[in-house]
């Protein structure tokens, strides 16, 4: 069976363009250059889930004119990746039902914590309603989709990756134990974070991505949560590897998820 990847944005926590810079890439035309916060929508004929919700994520589901979500799938707390949260309310408005939410103890704590209201004793009209379920490294399943998660380092943080039959999907990384890349191996599609250029105490930059990503040895590679000092995306393209490339805001890929 095969599943649809959307990229709904590919951008670093502040965005691109960035507010008030004048740099080339930011006052670039090239849509290419317009990256929203990173997330990604994962569908097969059934069912639609979302991993993160950004705190462009209603500029985001209106864009790809998303009708409804069956889950959300977060990676880790930080704002960048949870802020959006609160608009899931429409989907519940319009299905008339929860939404399961799946993410690791420490993202659950900071969900619990910024979206308070949500889980008040005493709960206001149309706030979020959402399903809690915790993740560790289990698989599980939302509908027919499979999802393993898995756990890289982003500086002293665990963030939860994703492998979703041959495609895997990793943001926010610095670090990758030897653990997960046996849980990576045979991947045919590998997406990871490529923050810039220059080193960067929790990110890989473009030169470490690029060594993951041939150690990782998948067939294709994209490069997500990109910033504005990455530098223009037609010139930074054409100096990538064979089989290596740059995500952009709107690619969709067809995967396989046996």
Same mark, same amino acid.
């Given at each position: 069976?095969?599943?649809?990847?959307?990229?709904?944005?590919?951008?670093?926590? =502040?965005?691109?363009?960035?507010? @008030? %810079?004048? %740099?080339?890439? %930011?006052?670039? /035309?090239?849509?290419?250059?317009?990256?929203?916060?990173?997330s990604i929508l994962v569908k097969s004929q059934t069912i639609t889930?979302?991993?993160?919700?950004?705190?462009?994520?209603? !500029?985001?589901?209106?864009?790809?004119?998303?009708?409804?979500?069956?889950?959300?799938?977060? !990676?880790?707390?930080?704002?960048?990746?949870?802020?959006?949260?609160?608009?899931?309310?429409?989907?519940?408005?319009?299905?008339?039902?929860?939404?399961?939410?799946? @993410?690791? &103890?420490?993202?659950?704590?900071?969900?619990?914590?910024?979206?308070?209201?949500?889980?008040?004793?005493?709960?206001?009209?149309?706030?979020?309603?959402?399903?809690?379920? /915790?993740?560790?490294?289990?698989?599980?399943?939302?509908?027919?989709?499979?999802? &393993?998660?898995?756990?890289?380092?982003?500086?002293?943080?665990?963030?939860?990756?994703?492998?979703?039959?041959?495609?895997?999907?990793? /943001?926010? @990384?610095n670090a990758i134990d030897e653990n997960a890349k046996k849980i $990576?191996?045979?991947?045919?599609?590998?997406?990871?974070?490529?923050?810039?250029?220059?080193?960067?105490?929790?990110?890989?930059?473009? &030169?470490?991505? $690029?060594?993951?990503?041939?150690?990782?040895? @998948?067939?294709?590679?994209?490069?997500?949560?990109?910033?504005? &000092?990455? =530098?223009?995306?037609?010139?930074?393209?054409?100096?990538?590897?064979?089989?290596?490339?740059?995500?952009?805001?709107?690619? !969709?890929?067809?995967?396989?998820?046996?």
């Open positions: 069976m095969s599943i649809t990847i959307e990229f709904l944005g590919t951008g670093t926590s =502040g965005g691109v363009p960035m507010i @008030a %810079c004048k %740099c080339e890439v %930011c006052k670039s /035309t090239n849509q290419h250059d317009k990256r929203l916060r990173s889930v979302v991993i993160d919700t950004t705190p462009d994520f209603r !500029t985001q589901m209106l864009r790809s004119e998303v009708e409804h979500i069956d889950a959300v799938l977060f !990676t880790h707390s930080h704002k960048d990746h949870i802020a959006g949260l609160d608009d899931i309310r429409a989907f519940n408005f319009f299905s008339k039902k929860s939404i399961p939410i799946y @993410a690791n &103890q420490e993202t659950f704590a900071a969900l619990k914590r910024d979206f308070y209201y949500a889980f008040a004793e005493l709960k206001y009209p149309g706030i979020p309603e959402i399903n809690l379920h /915790t993740i560790h490294h289990d698989p599980f399943h939302v509908g027919d989709i499979m999802f &393993q998660p898995f756990s890289v380092r982003h500086m002293n943080m665990d963030v939860t990756a994703y492998r979703i039959g041959d495609f895997t999907y990793i /943001t926010d @990384a $990576i191996e045979g991947t045919d599609t590998l997406v990871i974070n490529a923050l810039r250029k220059e080193k960067h105490l929790s990110h890989f930059n473009l &030169q470490e991505a $690029i060594e993951m990503a041939s150690i990782l040895n @998948a067939r294709h590679t994209y490069f997500t949560h990109v910033s504005h &000092q990455m =530098g223009l995306h037609s010139v930074v393209s054409n100096e990538l590897p064979k089989g290596m490339f740059f995500a952009y805001d709107g690619l !969709t890929l067809e995967v396989n998820n046996t």
